[in-house]
T-cell receptor, first 114, second 114 residues
């Protein structure tokens, strides 16, 4: 079975600081990887996704993530965070059955101080 | 991106009654739909995965007789919480995907059982 872990439960940063949120997954087959964001009071939105190709993927709002297959990792990064990035971030994995087991990590709460 | 509409967004019901939540994909055909439950300040817990025209696959620990899922068409899935009790109060989220794409999320339904 797939599982997803996220390294940090709560991250607190000041504006303009750099961000890296860790995500590791366990699954033996081909995976599709996602980062979703949930702003306070809103529903989940896709930040970025990796299906194949260049392991460094760029998403919306200046976010990027790097897939490192050997480490089963898909860490999310942003060079300079803003107060508006305060939200809950979820890493998710979809295995190669494409429709089976779209599994989420526990989430990381990001608080950006103005 | 694609739009997934969930209805209602908020419902209060009496203990012992049943509640139906609808999830519709508005501009694409959802071959697979997922139902999640989210407790306050926690991640999404996958309840079940349903493919159009077939029975839903429930995650371990989720009562299939209590949480009835129907995916009768490529644009509609329903979750019925039968004989609801206060412990069923939660935030229920659906997502839908075509093959080989990311999942798109509904806005969620907050269920309160009194």
């Amino acid at each position: 079975a797939q599982s997803v872990s996220q390294h940090n439960h709560h991250v607190i940063l000041s504006e303009a600081a750099s961000l890296e949120l860790g995500c590791n997954y366990s699954y033996g087959g081909t995976v599709n990887l996602f980062w979703y964001v949930q702003y306070p009071g809103q529903h989940l939105q896709l930040l970025l996704k990796y299906f194949s190709g260049d392991p460094l993927v760029k998403g919306i709002k200046g976010f990027e993530a790097e897939f490192i297959k050997s480490k089963f990792s898909f860490n999310l990064r942003k060079p300079s965070v803003q107060w508006s990035d305060t939200a809950e971030y979820f890493c998710a994995v979809n295995g190669d059955n494409y429709g089976q087991n779209f599994v989420f990590g526990p989430g990381t709460r990001l608080s950006v101080l103005p | 991106g694609a739009v997934v509409s969930q209805h209602p967004s908020w419902v209060i019901c009496k203990s012992g009654t049943s509640v139906k939540i609808e999830c519709r994909s508005l501009d694409f055909q959802a071959t697979t739909m997922f139902w999640y439950r989210q407790f306050p300040k926690q991640s999404l817990m996958l309840m079940a995965t349903s493919n159009e025209g077939s029975k839903a696959t429930y995650e371990q620990g989720v009562e299939k007789d209590k949480f009835l899922i129907n995916h009768a068409s490529l644009t509609l899935s329903t979750l019925t919480v039968t004989s609801a009790h206060p412990e069923d109060s939660s935030f229920y989220i659906c997502s839908a995907k075509e093959s080989y794409t990311e999942a798109f999320f509904g806005q969620g339904t907050r269920l309160t059982v009194v």
